[in-house]
């Protein structure tokens, strides 16, 4: 490991924003902030948001900054990216901002239930090979059901039309009708405050499609308790500029 990693993770263990979560902690003990995050962590009664694979935090601190009346938790478990988040959060003085460094695959253990109210994916790694590394699966969906409030928002943000396309056909065969829906989110007509919260933030990944000529899609939705949730089954063309061979189908593997 690079001598830069390791300062960047040494400062991580000292910001008071970060919390880290070792694997083994996560499966051989009860997680101590969960169902605490307002007492403990932000020290009041404001809702919740969570951004799913954080990266760097720009829409973290972007959106703790426009909305100083929620709180916004970013998730990764790579902390030398999430790293540039935490430090500008916290030299900003930020008291709505905090990060948690762990794997997705078990966000339910670190949430009770209707402890947060939204969740963003913000540029997800489309998994176009294994449906259950889908942060928009039914996978995952179920998974935020256990501690998202119902009918809580969820808010897709991306440059794959793999995994737009595949999001927008779950919707669909499980009847739920999107909030907002776009293709073409810069250059759409479709207006309201979703919209505008999501093209006023411009993340690294974003701002490197756009320049490629990609435009960026967005989903926005409510995830409510009831129901099973079912996979879709459609062949979705492959993102094909992206590097690696993934499989067409969206179905299960």
């Not at 008291?95 to 963003?120: C, D, H, M, Y």
């Not at 179920?142 to 794959?160: A, Q």
């Not at 919707?171 to 293709?183: H, S, Y």
């Amino acid at each position: 490991m690079s001598k830069g990693k390791l300062a960047k993770f040494a400062e991580m263990a000292e910001n008071p924003l970060v919390v880290e979560c070792p694997m083994a902690a996560v499966m051989e003990e009860e997680f101590p902030l969960r169902g605490r995050w307002h007492e403990d962590f932000f020290h009041n009664q404001n809702p919740i948001v969570l951004e799913l694979g954080c990266g760097r935090g720009e829409y973290t601190v972007g959106l703790g900054k426009k909305m100083p009346e929620k709180n916004f938790i970013g998730v990764d478990i790579k902390g030398a990216r999430m790293w540039t988040g935490a430090k500008e959060a916290l030299q900003s003085g930020m008291k709505n901002v905090g990060f948690l460094r762990t794997n997705i695959e078990f966000i339910q253990r670190f949430f009770a239930p209707g402890e947060v109210s939204e969740i963003w994916l913000t540029f997800s790694d489309p998994q176009m090979k294994k449906v259950t590394k889908r942060l928009s699966s039914t996978y995952f969906l179920n998974r935020y059901r256990m501690f998202l409030c119902d009918g809580g928002l969820i808010h897709l943000k991306t440059d794959s039309n793999f995994l737009f396309t595949y999001t927008e056909a779950l919707l669909e065969v499980n009847g739920i009708v999107p909030e907002v829906k776009t293709r073409n989110l810069y250059g759409t007509e479709v207006g309201g405050e979703e919209v505008s919260l999501a093209t006023s933030i411009q993340t690294y990944y974003e701002s490197m499609w756009r320049a490629r000529g990609i435009d960026i899609k967005y989903l926005c939705f409510h995830l409510s308790q009831e129901g099973k949730l079912v996979e879709p089954d459609i062949e979705i063309p492959l993102d094909e500029y992206r590097s690696y061979g993934r499989e067409k189908r969206s179905g299960s593997n």
